[in-house]
């Protein structure tokens, strides 16, 4: 088709990953925007979320939760449009486009009912316009560094490791040697920081609040590539320098 650029809106797990290796196919300009993470669950004084219906089910079989308390827990999962609350795929392929330099600041995060999660759309689609005057396109942005940018930032925020599948698969597209072993090096040394469920405590819109991506990211510096480029044309370290953590926990 006769498109001069391309803004990839992104949902679930593999919609992100698919979007993306189509535009590396025709290597146009292109930035994403991805749905964002549906607002945290609330059931009896407590933060729920989508991983918890495990538990939940465990409970009910065991009889230590009635039927009719499963029904209404599992109502309150999922207030909100948007894909999963927790870091399951969803939110780390989301981060993944952030920390390859695909999106703009903040997309990670930002909860899919948010105004904010709208305003970065509209500054997306005028950035893209930009991108395609400056011709700015995919294979520009998506370098080896940005590659291991991604699976430093995964390994930060506890991803899941169907971003491994993902990565591969996009590099190979793009044209960019990657394989299993870079994952080793690339994200030896590098500490967990995000402590968000289903491995720790807290949720994607708690992680929006405390800073987002590009807090995490800040913290990082020491392991990144700072000088990579984005699809906002500059360093992938202007997304960051001056943000700040406002939960450590």
Sequence with gaps: NPLDGVVL?????KTTPALVMGACSVDIPTIVVSGGPMLTGKHR???IGTSDIWTFFEDNRSG????????MAEACLARSKGHCAVMGTASSMACMVESLGLSLAENAAIPAADS????????SGN?????VKEDLKLSQVLTRQAFENAITVNAAIGGSTNFIIHLLAIAARIGVELNIDDFNTAARGVPLLANLQPSGKYFMEDFYYAGGLPALMKELQSHLYNEAITVSGKPISNNYKDCMCYNRD
């Design 9 to 13: 809106l992104c949902g679930c797990d």
């Design 116 to 123: 904010r999660r709208k305003a970065l759309a509209h500054l």
């Design 127 to 131: 950035r893209i316009v930009e991108m």
């Design 45 to 47: 004084g407590r933060d």
């Design 64 to 71: 230590t939760m009635g039927d009719e308390e499963l029904y």
